[in-house]
């Protein structure tokens, strides 16, 4: 990461063209020991190792074990709302109750599923029976976790983008979620090529991503992190890759200044493919290829777990 750092800094100027609609204009110094003469040896210090490190590292390899997978039952009350309504039932929270108490109860789901994301209501529910929601998830090997963003809102000074709100008071929800049983975590983030992305976009996605995970290995729980690219749009197989390489790049670079465990952390990549209203077509075979190749190029070894949805 040095001698890459050290490159970045001497080219002057560079220009960037990746980002759509804007031309990005770096000027960095000519060297680096102009930088590096500010900055006294002692005054560079290694954090401590979290007081959950072995913890989340046992957690991580729990959930990416073999042949298991996630169950994301973490919708909100609203979105619950729309399926109790299509089966003529209201929106109560006794039937949703009943509803979360027939996914956790399922028989067999911990021989499949390894961790269970639940909406806020869910973690502190119990089932039908008074049983606590995590305990039943727990008492089948599953471990619980809780979805911790606020939603995506729009961002300003960008290309119609969004960002994803949820870092005030998080410190404090996920100290309250480890309490309660939660064990991991997930924040969604989007980047979409078609409205950028922008550089602004970009950086704030990872930003965001890097202190969500920073502040839940803090508490104890295992980040997913996920930036997503979103999948609307004209472009081919390879914009898709080039934009997500290097948000991918951006999102490591941003854990590593946060001091995030890799160990402790679990991905949820997109798949590389073309645009949804793309009309050059990408084989399976190649959407595999490009995907395995961004996986190789851009994430660290110490990453235990790629959760990922392939739809």
């Not at 046992?58 to 909100?76: C, F, L, N, W």
């Not at 997913?224 to 997500?244: C, F, K, Q, S």
Request: hydrophobic share 40%.
């Amino acid at each position: 990461m040095a001698s890459s750092t050290a490159t970045m800094l001497k080219a002057s100027p560079v220009k960037s063209d990746w980002v759509k609609g804007q031309s990005l204009l770096l000027r960095q110094p000519s060297s680096v020991s102009a930088i590096r003469s500010h900055v006294a040896p002692s005054a560079l210090t290694v954090r401590a190792a979290s007081a959950y490190a072995d913890e989340l590292v046992k957690t991580a390899k729990t959930i990416a074990s073999p042949g298991h997978g996630i169950m994301a039952m973490d919708e909100s009350n609203a979105t619950c709302g729309k399926r109790l309504a299509s089966i003529g039932l209201e929106n109560t929270e006794a039937n949703r109750q009943a509803y979360r108490t027939l996914l956790v109860s399922a028989p067999g789901l911990g021989q499949y599923i390894s961790g269970a994301i639940l909406f806020e209501e869910t973690l502190y529910q119990s089932t039908t029976d008074g049983k606590k929601m995590v305990d039943v998830l727990v008492e089948q090997n599953i471990v619980p976790g809780i979805k911790v963003d606020k939603g995506l809102v729009p961002l300003v000074g960008s290309y119609d983008e969004s960002w994803c709100q949820g870092l005030d008071g998080l410190a404090s929800r996920t100290a309250a979620y480890y309490q309660q049983g939660a064990r991991f975590a997930k924040w969604r983030t989007v980047v979409s090529i078609p409205n950028g992305p922008s550089a602004l976009a970009v950086k704030e996605a990872a930003w965001g991503l890097a202190r969500y995970a920073a502040i839940s290995q803090d508490s104890g729980l295992v980040p997913i992190v996920e930036p997503e690219i979103m999948l609307d749009g004209e472009h081919g197989i390879d914009r898709t890759y080039d934009v997500a390489e290097k948000v991918w790049a951006e999102v490591f670079f941003y854990l590593a200044q946060n001091n995030v465990m890799f160990e402790g952390i679990l991905l949820k990549p997109s798949m590389v493919t073309p645009g949804a209203e793309a009309t050059d077509r990408a084989t399976p075979e190649q959407v595999a290829s490009y995907t395995l190749k961004l996986l190789r190029n851009r994430i660290p070894p110490a990453v235990p777990g790629i959760m990922a949805s392939f739809l």
